[in-house]
């Protein structure tokens, strides 16, 4: 089992920035490769951003991309999201989520693919 936790979400006027966290315990964090999906008011979840075990390799939805960069501590066992000039429709539920990765090295944008989740962290940007 691999458990996550979130924080750093909030309110955030528009042009501004967050910086969310994401703990994960359980299991050997450099195992999983760590990705941040999003949830709007009655819409499924979307892709945001993953980041592959090792950190060599990064992907970003077009929506986000130039504005959001994603990182990893591995010594912290910690996924972040830093979200700069941040839009009203970046308003969201954001969740973390760990996908095991045998070594491979690889990246995965689908919802399914992910087997742990964490909470969720609100973020909302007003105008």
């Known amino acids: 089992q691999v458990q996550l936790v979130e924080s750093g979400g909030g309110k955030v006027q528009a042009g501004g920035s967050l910086r969310l966290s994401c703990a994960a315990s359980?299991?050997?964090?450099?195992?999983?490769?760590m990705g941040w999906f999003r949830q709007f008011s009655g819409k499924e979840r979307e892709f945001v951003s993953v980041i592959s075990r090792t950190g060599g390799s990064t992907y970003y939805a077009d929506s986000v991309k130039g504005r959001f960069t994603i990182s990893r501590d591995n010594a912290k066992n910690t996924v972040y999201l830093q979200m700069n000039t941040l839009k009203p429709e970046d308003t969201a539920v954001y969740y973390c989520?760990?996908?095991?990765?045998?070594?491979?090295?690889?990246?995965?944008?689908?919802?399914?693919?992910?087997?742990?989740w964490g909470q969720g962290t609100q973020v909302t940007v007003s105008s």
């Open positions: 989520a760990a996908r095991y990765d045998g070594g491979t090295g690889s990246i995965y944008t689908g919802e399914r693919d992910y087997k742990y």
């Open positions: 359980g299991r050997t964090f450099t195992n999983y490769a």
